[in-house]
T-cell receptor
Framework: DAKTTQPPSMDCAEGRAANLPCNHS???????VYWYRQIHSQGPQYIIH???NNETNEMASLIITEDRKSSTLILPHATLRDTAVYYC?????????????FGKGMKLTVNP | DGGITQSPKYLFRKEGQNVTLSCEQN?????MYWYRQDPGQGLRLIYY???????QKGDIAEGYSVSREKKESFPLTVTSAQKNPTAFYLC????????????FGAGTRLSVL
């Protein structure tokens, strides 16, 4: 089972910042939060990951709360090409191996 | 051009037939994975391999088989025992280790005739 919860969908206006929330209240101290996105009929694309500090790269910023129970992915200037399903993922340990468990994700629609 | 290549992009299976989906990577990654995705759903792990000549069942391995004879290749066979094979199949690879960033191929869409 996924260890994260996300709203099923969200809309954003083109050019505005898109703030995508994720709850992971059962996260352990050494577990990373990963974000991927999947554009229709393509393979998922890695965006960013973090442990407890905020992270930024060329695609997005990741803000993790101090208690690490939630995080927000920020796309600073959303474009139409950012329309996709976004997955917030925490690794789980199953059978001695670390795995990524993808839930249903959140559909972000960027509108003109 | 580095990356993960899945082939074919579209595949059709007849009743009672086994089909094999190809996944090749030139990223020098040790670990490789196969996922299945049904419409409107997330990804479910079928099989994964952390090292050559070794692989482990994921959450939905029944009706599928894999091999890992080479580091670069991790083919998935959908056997006739898989009664509902129509889905989007995704292959991924990663370095071993704690950060485990997985990189995905473009996927193979399998349909039953």
């Amino acid at each position: 089972d996924a260890k994260t919860t996300q709203p099923p969908s969200m809309d954003c206006a083109e050019g505005r910042a898109a703030n995508l929330p994720c709850n992971h209240s059962t996260i352990s101290g050494n577990e990373y939060v990963y974000w991927y996105r999947q554009i229709h009929s393509q393979g998922p694309q890695y965006i960013i990951h973090g442990l407890k500090n905020n992270e930024t790269n060329e695609m997005a910023s990741l803000i993790i709360t101090e208690d690490r129970k939630s995080s927000t992915l920020i796309l600073p200037h959303a474009t139409l090409r950012d329309t996709a399903v976004y997955y917030c993922i925490v690794r789980v340990n199953q059978g001695g191996s670390e795995k990524l468990v993808f839930g249903k994700g959140m559909k972000l629609t960027v509108n003109p | 051009d580095g990356g993960i290549t899945q082939s074919p992009k579209y595949l059709f299976r007849k009743e009672g037939q086994n089909v094999t989906l190809s996944c090749e990577q030139n990223l020098n990654h040790d670990a490789m994975y196969w996922y299945r995705q049904d419409p409107g759903q997330g990804l479910r792990l079928i099989y994964y391999s952390q090292i050559v000549n070794d692989f482990q069942k994921g959450d939905i391995a029944e009706g599928y088989s894999v091999s890992r004879e080479k580091k670069e290749s991790f083919p998935l066979t959908v056997t006739s025992a898989q009664k509902n094979p129509t889905a989007f199949y995704l292959c991924a690879s990663s370095l071993r280790g704690a950060k485990n960033i997985q990189y995905f191929g473009a996927g193979t869409r399998l349909s039953v005739l």
